[in-house]
C-alpha cells in the first residue's frame, strides 16, 4: 500500500522565523513523515525548494509577501489587506499544491494567504485538518488585544473574519487545538464543533512533581532571583514583573533580583531599565538564554502575561525542570501550567502588591504542592471527547489525519456498495 500524500499550509517555516506555532507545527509533520510522504508550502517572496529533514519545503512566491516577519508597518499592511481581498496571492500556492495532488491537507497558521487555501481544499473536497495555534481565526489584529485591554468577546468587525473562515472550511474538518482555552472560544465563535476538535498541547510536563532544585541559588548568596523567560514587549507584562518583584522586596524586606531572558526593542530595554532604577529592583537584562542555562541562574520564574496566551510554552519549560512558578491565569496558561508537572501559583500582575503576596505564598509553600486557581479549585488538564488527556500537538494531528482519511475510506466504500 503506497504512503499518503500530506499537504502541510504554513505562513512560515524553518529555518525562518520560527516560534511556538512552527515548533509545534514542524514536529507534527514529522510525526506525519514516519508514515506518509509530506510536503509544506509556504508564501514567499521568492519560489524556493529545500529540505528540511524528511519534509520537503515549498516557498512560493506570492505578490506583497514580508520580507521577514517583523517587516516594515507599510509592508506588513499590504501583506494584510493583499492577503484578505485579493485571491490571486494564493494562486500560486494553491497551484503547487495541486501538483503535489495530496490525499489530505494540513493547515497551521494561514493568515499570511487568507482563506483562498482554505477555501480551495474544501472545494476540492480535500480531507481536512485544522491546527490551531491561536485565536487568529476570531480576530484581525490576532491577539484579540486592542487598546491595552483583552476582547472577552469577538467584536462586531473580527465577526466579519471569523464568519469568513467558518464558511471558507470544510465541514467535515478536524480541528486540533493548543489548549481548551482555544477551543472553547473557537466553539463560541463557531468556528470548530467539540464533536469534531480535540485538545492537543505544544508540550508536556513530567508526569509527576519535579524534585525542586537545591540548594536555592538565590538564597544561598543571600538573594532571591527572579527569572523572566520570552518575547521582551509589553504585552507580555515584563513592567508588571518589576512591579511585582519592588512589592515583594517592600513586602518581605528581602534582597531581589529580576533577571530577563529574551529579545527585545532598544528603546523598550531602555524603558525597563528606567521603570527599575525608579522601582529600586536590580534588573539584568541578560538577551536570549537556553531554557538550560536561565533555570540554572533564577529561583522562581514570573510568567506575567496581559494578554489571553494560547497555551504557554515557557511555562511547561520551567515547570517541569522543578521551578516554581507565579502565573497570569489568562487564555491557556493555567493549562500549561497544570500540564507541567511543577509547583505554580496565579497571580494578576496588575495589581503589584496582590502579586508580591502571592509570590510570598508560593515561595512559602509545600514545594511538592501545586497550588490552586484562585476560586476555581485545581486547574485540570482537559479530556476531549474520548481522546486521552494530555497529549501532544504532533499526536493530536496524526490521530486527526488518521480520522479524516478513515471517513474518506470509508465514504468511498459505502458509495461503491
Known sequence: MSRPRIAILADWWWPDTVGGAERS???????????????????????????????????VRRPFARRVHGDSVLRRGLELVSAWSLPVVASAQIRAVRSFDPDAVVATNVSR?????????RAAGLPFVRSFHDLSDTCWRRSRRRGGTNCVTVCRTCRVKATIMRRATPPAAVSVCVSAFVRDELVEAGLVTRERSLVAYPLLGSAT?????????????????????????????VEAAIRTAAAYRRQTGDDVTLLIAGAGRPDYL????A???????????????DVETFCA???????????????????????????????????????AAAVSGGRFGFADFDKPDAAGRALAELLAGDPHRQSARPEEGSPAVATVGGVPPAITVADGVSEAV??????????RREQST
Not at 270 to 273: A, E, F, G, Q
Not at 275 to 289: M, S, T, W
Open 25 to 59: 507545527a514542524r514536529s507534527a509533520a514529522l510525526r506525519l513523515a514516519a508514515s506518509a510522504e509530506v510536503a509544506v508550502f509556504v508564501p514567499g517572496v521568492a519560489d524556493r525548494t529545500y529540505r528540511d529533514g524528511p519534509l520537503t519545503v515549498h516557498a
Open 270 to 273: 531602555r524603558r525597563l531599565s
Open 275 to 289: 521603570l527599575a532604577a525608579a522601582e529600586h529592583v536590580p534588573v539584568h537584562l541578560a538577551g536570549v538564554l
Open 297 to 335: 541562574r533564577v529561583d522562581v520564574v514570573l510568567i506575567p502575561s496581559l494578554w489571553m496566551e494560547p497555551f504557554g510554552r515557557v511555562a511547561v519549560e520551567v515547570g517541569s525542570r522543578g521551578l516554581p512558578m507565579l502565573v497570569s491565569p489568562l487564555g491557556g496558561l493555567p493549562e
Open 402 to 411: 488518521a480520522r479524516v482519511l478513515a471517513e474518506r475510506r470509508d465514504g
Open 209 to 237: 512533581a519535579p524534585e525542586p532544585p537545591a540548594p536555592r541559588r538565590g538564597h544561598r548568596d543571600g538573594g532571591l532571583v527572579l527569572g523572566y523567560l520570552g518575547r521582551v514587549d509589553p504585552v507580555k507584562g
Open 113 to 121: 494567504t487568507g482563506p483562498w487555501m482554505v477555501r480551495w481544499a
